[in-house]
Nanobody
């Protein structure tokens, strides 16, 4: 069974940076597409970023392009999300997710989820 644990969330001022990490146990992530999804209060979950098995393919939702970077280290079984130039509208619970399917960019269906880590961008 795949288990995902996120870390790195917190409170940051607008314009600041945070780096989220997702540690995966139970299976090697070599054969999993990985992604980050966020959910703001009162809203549905929104796809943020995804990365293919070897990292050759990445995809970002428009609102984070140029500010967020997703990366993976298959040897360490981890996936990171570097978030720069944070804005108040980035405030949300961020979830790490894994998919058994092929890489379909933003249309990838995810099957495993972490518990989430809170990111708050505020003065």
């Amino acid at each position: 069974q795949v288990q995902l644990v996120e870390s790195g969330g917190g409170l940051v001022q607008p314009g600041g940076s945070l780096r989220l990490s997702c540690e995966v146990s139970g299976r090697s992530i070599d054969n999993y597409v990985m992604g980050w999804v966020r959910q703001a209060p009162g809203k549905e979950r929104d796809f943020v970023a995804g990365i293919s098995w070897r990292g050759a393919g990445t995809y970002y939702t428009d609102s984070v392009k140029g500010r967020f970077t997703i990366s993976r280290d298959n040897a360490k079984n981890t996936v990171d999300l570097q978030m720069n130039s944070l804005k108040p509208e980035d405030t949300a619970v961020y979830y790490c997710a894994a998919s058994r399917d092929n890489w379909y960019g933003p249309r990838t269906e995810y099957h495993y989820w972490g518990q989430g880590t809170q990111v708050t961008v505020s003065t």
